[in-house]
């Protein structure tokens, strides 16, 4: 078996293959490609087995290509979608194609000169001169509609199955698109491979039939898995319907770190191989010793460390697990300082809060910030609460001697004031 096939089967990133792609793989360096389709000005977390397979595919010595889908973008991919998707303006696309340029860099060796580096390539860059009647003359005529038509992707939408609505010739049209990227890229870079979801093998196998028929060439396609959580349910949504991006600005690294390590024992088992560069020899050791201890979440605790790392970097992994310390008591008010407002503000979220000038909060009394601040009623029950050590400022127990600092505030502007284990109130100086 070749190795790259090998690896993925044992991480359960394996869905199909066409014949002959093992033996390809076998026989010499070869080029892959996957597509990413501009639909956000950044990748979720359902993009990253994506990602990693390409990553995988580096590391077994082979060559890949990112491809952006600047002029597929337009058009928008109908698989596995029930309506058609709003197309976006030239612009907004632009800009979405950037910064996914941006972060996929983040995540393959793009430099250096060895046989395998990656590239990133943009299907607008060879779309964007191709009239309609060239299109329709040189590409359309070599696939039948009755070939198109037979695909899932197609079928689905045209029989109205699971309350689908038609489709539009324009996304009609996708697949021969994508078709049309495999054939340039296997004439111009030398592409023998594609590589996606399973949602996808339809337009996979178009290219291929596209290259076979137009180029008279030979050329492979590979699948692997849709990722559900062990329940079936969809996976890399919060349970508000959001995603979970890969872009810091959008969700927090310690919001990202979180949801790996909210994931239940069966999916951090699969996850850990799915997600992770960890080897089988660790993996496995790391299971067996999860399932001695569950309660230690050995397997959600290495899995969030890993990914978090891979997305983000190891100081914004450390700053996570220091804010999820904050959160569940195991900190120090000097941890609680050092957070940013956006992380600070992420994990307190929906705690009242109050807005006093700084001067009113720098070297002022503990009991009158109390009060000022209406997290307390009156001095008599500040003094109270202080006297019974219940106030804690930064989560730190005081007395009625503290007076706050400078050095006291949480990104210069917050500080935490605390009565008893659960009941918090958040200062904020302007």
């Known amino acids: 078996m070749n190795s790259f096939v090998e690896e993925l089967k044992w991480r359960g990133l394996f869905s199909d293959m066409m014949p002959g792609t093992e033996d390809q793989l076998n026989k010499e360096t070869t080029t892959a490609y996957i597509g990413f389709d501009?639909?956000?000005?950044?990748?979720?977390?359902?993009?990253?087995?994506?990602?990693?397979?390409?990553?995988?595919?580096?590391?077994?010595?082979?060559?890949?290509?990112?491809?952006?889908?600047?002029?597929?973008?337009?058009?928008?991919?109908?698989?596995?979608?029930?309506?058609?998707?709003?197309?976006?303006?030239?612009?907004?696309?632009?800009?979405?194609?950037?910064?996914?340029?941006?972060?996929?860099?983040?995540?393959?060796?793009?430099?250096?000169?060895?046989?395998?580096?990656?590239?990133?390539?943009?299907?607008?860059?060879?779309?964007?001169d191709i009239s309609f009647l060239d299109f329709a003359r040189d590409i359309g005529k070599h696939l039948t509609v009755n070939y198109m038509m037979a695909k899932d992707s197609v079928k689905r939408r045209l029989t109205g199955e699971d309350g689908a609505e038609g489709m539009s010739f324009t996304e009609f049209t996708y697949q021969l698109m994508q078709g049309y990227d495999f054939l340039h890229l296997y004439q111009n870079e030398g592409v023998k491979l594609q590589?996606?979801?399973?949602?996808?093998?339809?337009?996979?196998?178009t290219g291929t039939e596209l290259v076979r028929r137009k180029a008279r060439g030979e050329?492979?396609?590979?699948?692997?898995?849709?990722?559900?959580?062990?329940?079936?349910?969809k996976f890399g949504k919060s349970e508000a319907g959001e995603n979970y991006w890969l872009d810091k600005k959008k969700t927090s690294p310690y919001k990202f770190y979180q949801f790996w390590l909210n994931a239940t024992d069966s999916d951090a088992e699969r996850f850990i191989k799915f997600y992770t560069f960890l080897s089988k020899e660790t993996i496995e050791d790391l299971i067996i010793k999860h399932q001695e201890a569950p309660h230690e979440r050995l397997l959600q605790k290495t899995l969030a460390k890993e990914v978090t790392i891979w997305v983000?970097?190891?100081?914004?992994?450390?700053?996570?697990?220091?804010?999820?310390?904050?959160?569940?008591?195991?900190?120090?008010?000097?941890?609680?300082v050092s957070l940013d407002e956006e992380t600070f503000l992420e994990i307190f979220g929906g705690v009242p809060q109050k807005e006093l000038p700084k001067s009113e909060i720098i070297d002022a009394n503990i009991v009158d910030l109390l009060t000022k601040s209406e997290f307390l009623k009156s001095n008599g029950e500040a003094r109270r609460e202080l006297a019974g050590n219940s106030i804690s400022i930064n989560k730190e127990k005081v007395t009625e001697e503290f007076t706050a600092n400078e050095k006291d505030l949480i990104d210069g502007k917050f500080l935490l004031l605390q009565k008893g284990k659960k009941n918090y109130f958040i200062l904020k100086a302007i």
Not at 195 to 205: A, F, H, L, P
Not at 226 to 232: C, V
């Open 312 to 336: 983000h970097n190891e100081e914004e992994f450390e700053k996570a697990v220091k804010a999820s310390g904050i959160l569940f008591g195991k900190s120090t008010a000097e941890d609680l």
């Open 38 to 128: 501009p639909t956000a000005d950044s990748l979720h977390i359902g993009s990253l087995i994506q990602i990693k397979i390409l990553a995988h595919f580096q590391q077994h010595g082979h060559k890949p290509i990112a491809l952006v889908g600047g002029a597929t973008g337009m058009i928008g991919d109908p698989s596995g979608k029930a309506a058609e998707r709003n197309l976006l303006d030239e612009a907004t696309l632009n800009h979405y194609v950037d910064c996914i340029k941006n972060q996929l860099s983040h995540f393959l060796k793009f430099e250096g000169n060895e046989e395998n580096t990656a590239k990133l390539v943009n299907n607008y860059d060879w779309m964007k």
């Open 195 to 205: 590589m996606g979801g399973s949602d996808q093998w339809g337009n996979i196998t």
């Open 219 to 233: 050329a492979f396609a590979l699948t692997v898995p849709l990722i559900t959580k062990a329940d079936g349910s």
